[in-house]
């Protein structure tokens, strides 16, 4: 029974805000329901956490290291995708807008989301290399990627 006791204190411990990780939180569809639900969680739990995921959907392309644009979001490689949303995924940022920033949707405009005009690794990069040393000064205690829309 003392067994038992100790072993619930202790896994009740590692979920109080004490343990709070910083989480970069990527996937490879830009912004989706499902990333929006893991971010709510992840928060919910006590979490810090930044989402940098690519502008458009990128399935299949996960190691591929391409900036679309290098200035704004044009209609360039994922052409089809941007001009029929008028820009990013689910209205995260419009054609026009900066290649890299924040979202500028309604709802996600608190500093946490992120998106970047390239491939899933080009987001994490962004991610890791200027977001967590921005609001963390060192690199995330850890990265998810997922999950995945459908």
Not at 15 to 20: D, H
Not at 72 to 95: F, L, S, Y
Request: contains cysteine; aromatic residues 6%; hydrophobic residues 45%.
């Amino acid at each position: 029974m003392k067994l038992r006791l100790a072993a619930a204190i202790a896994l009740s411990m590692g979920m109080s805000p004490a343990f709070a990780l910083n989480i970069l939180l990527s996937n490879d569809d830009g912004l989706t329901s499902n990333i929006k639900a893991l971010y709510d969680a992840l928060k919910a739990n006590g979490h810090d956490v930044i989402v940098s995921v690519p502008c458009s959907g990128q399935s299949g392309r996960g190691a591929a290291i391409v900036m679309y644009s290098t200035a704004t979001i044009i209609a360039d490689n994922d052409k089809t995708q941007i001009e029929a949303e008028g820009g990013c995924h689910n209205g995260a940022a419009a054609i026009g807008a900066p290649a890299v920033g924040p979202f500028t949707k309604a709802g996600y405009t608190g500093g946490d989301f992120h998106y970047v005009h390239g491939t899933p690794v080009m987001a994490t990069m962004y991610g890791l290399d200027v977001l967590a040393p921005a609001r963390w000064n060192k690199a995330p205690d850890l990265v998810l990627s997922g999950p995945n829309e459908g």
